[in-house]
T-cell receptor, first 112, second 116 residues
Framework: GENVEQHPSTLSVQEGDSAVIKCTYSDSASNYFPWYKQELGKRPQLIID?????GEKKDQRIAVTLNKTAKHFSLHITETQPEDSAVYFCAASRGGNEKLTFGTGTRLTIIP | GAVVSQHPSRVICKSGTSVKIECRSL??????MFWYRQFPKKSLMLMAT?????????EQGVEKDKFLINHASLTLSTLTVTSAHPEDSSFYIC????????????FGPGTRLTVL
C-alpha cells in the first residue's frame, strides 16, 4: 500500500518568513496530493491540493510543488502569520474520491 | 464546499459498552464514506471505506467485528465501537465523497471518544 513520509515534524518560523514542508510517497499510481491544516480538536481543513497533471499550484501565500519522477511534493507558505500556526498534514491518494494516506504531520509555530 | 456532520461530538462511556457514531452528508449524496482514527498528536489513520449499500472494506489490522460500519443510505454512515475499552479512546473522523461534492472528500468535525 501507499506510504507517505513527512518532514520536518516540527517547524518554528519567524513571522513574515517562509515555511516549507516536504513529503514523499511510494505508490506510483497516486495522482492526488492534498494538504490539510488541523487545529487542536478540529477537523482537517483542505488548504490546497495538486493533481499529477501539474507541477505547481499557487493560491495567494500558499503553493504546492509536485515532482512525480522523484515522488515528492512540498508545501510552501510565504509571509507567514501567527494564524498559520497549526499542524499540517500532507496526503496522497489515487483520486479525489479515493482513500487518503496521510503523512505524519508537521507542527508549525509562527514566532511573532 | 459540501457539508458533513458527525454526532455526537463527544462521548464518554464505560468499558464494555458499545458506542455509535453517525456521519451525515447534508447537501450531497455520499456514495463513499471513510472512517479515520486519530490518536493524540498523531496522524489520521484510515480504518475502513464504505460504499453505499455494500459491506465496508477494512484496513489491515482493524477488527471488523469490533468496529461495525453501516452505510445504508446516501447520506448516512454509522460506526459502532463494540465492547469499547480504554485503548479505543481516540478522535474518530469521517469523510465523504460523492455526487454533488466534486472530486474531493469532505471531513466531518470528529467525535472524541473516551472510554473509562
Amino acid at each position: 500500500g501507499e506510504n507517505v513520509e513527512q518532514h520536518p515534524s516540527t517547524l518554528s518560523v519567524q513571522e513574515g518568513d517562509s515555511a516549507v514542508i516536504k513529503c514523499t510517497y511510494s505508490d506510483s499510481a497516486s495522482n492526488y496530493f492534498p494538504w490539510y491544516k488541523q487545529e487542536l480538536g478540529k477537523r482537517p481543513q483542505l488548504i490546497i491540493d495538486i493533481r499529477s497533471n501539474v507541477g505547481e499550484k499557487k493560491d495567494q501565500r500558499i503553493a504546492v510543488t509536485l515532482n512525480k519522477t522523484a515522488k515528492h511534493f512540498s508545501l510552501h507558505i510565504t509571509e507567514t502569520q501567527p494564524e498559520d500556526s497549526a499542524v499540517y498534514f500532507c496526503a496522497a491518494s489515487r483520486g479525489g474520491n479515493e482513500k487518503l494516506t496521510f503523512g505524519t504531520g508537521t507542527r508549525l509555530t509562527i514566532i511573532p | 464546499g459540501a457539508v458533513v456532520s458527525q454526532h455526537p461530538s463527544r462521548v464518554i462511556c464505560k468499558s464494555g459498552t458499545s458506542v455509535k457514531i453517525e456521519c451525515r452528508s447534508l447537501d450531497f449524496q455520499a456514495t463513499t464514506m471513510f472512517w479515520y482514527r486519530q490518536f493524540p498528536k498523531k496522524s489520521l489513520m484510515l480504518m475502513a471505506t464504505s460504499n453505499e449499500g455494500s459491506k465496508a472494506t477494512y484496513e489491515q489490522g482493524v477488527e471488523k467485528d469490533k468496529f461495525l460500519i453501516n452505510h445504508a443510505s446516501l447520506t448516512l454512515s454509522t460506526l459502532t465501537v463494540t465492547s469499547a475499552h480504554p485503548e479505543d479512546s481516540s478522535f474518530y473522523i469521517c469523510s465523504a465523497s460523492g455526487r454533488g461534492a466534486g472530486n474531493e472528500q469532505f471531513f466531518g468535525p470528529g467525535t472524541r471518544l473516551t472510554v473509562l
